[in-house]
């Protein structure tokens, strides 16, 4: 069925880590890493996706409010993308200095791969992340 929708989901729970190519190369794909005694995914770089199967957002609003955790955080964006990682359901500005950043997403009732998509961060930790209503 795939996991609730409505909890808080640490970034080492991803079972997809790519570049911007889609490839999981040594050097530029992201990977999991130990940070202040937490298991976080590093080395996010533009075009960096991390993925999570299988969320069920049976019974939940279309329109959710998605928190992001991020250390080491740059300007840029999340894309927030589910299923084929190109249908986009919502986007996640980021600043300099910042550690939460909430965005709002519109996901449709059922079961869905979720994927992240990063821009404009260099060399960022994703820590977790958790929807709630909007």
């Not at 996010?44 to 969320?55: D, I, M, N, P």
């Not at 279309?62 to 894309?79: A, D, F, M, W, Y």
């Not at 977790?128 to 909007?134: C, D, L, M, N």
């Amino acid at each position: 069925g795939g996991l609730p929708w409505a909890q808080a989901y640490m970034a080492n729970t991803a079972c997809v880590l790519v570049d911007w190519h889609g490839r999981c190369s040594k050097h530029r794909a992201p990977y999991f890493a130990l940070q202040n005694n937490q298991q976080v995914v590093t080395n996010l770089r533009a075009g960096s996706q991390v993925g999570f199967k299988y969320l069920d957002f049976t019974g939940a609003s279309k329109k959710q409010r998605i928190t992001v955790e991020l250390t080491n955080s740059r300007p840029g964006e999340i894309r927030v993308l589910v299923d084929d990682e190109k249908q986009l359901v919502g986007t996640i500005k980021t600043t300099s200095g910042q550690r939460r950043f909430v965005g709002t997403t519109r996901i449709p009732a059922g079961r869905h791969a979720l994927y992240f998509a990063f821009s404009g961060l260099k060399r960022a930790q994703f820590v977790a992340f958790r929807f709630g209503p909007a």
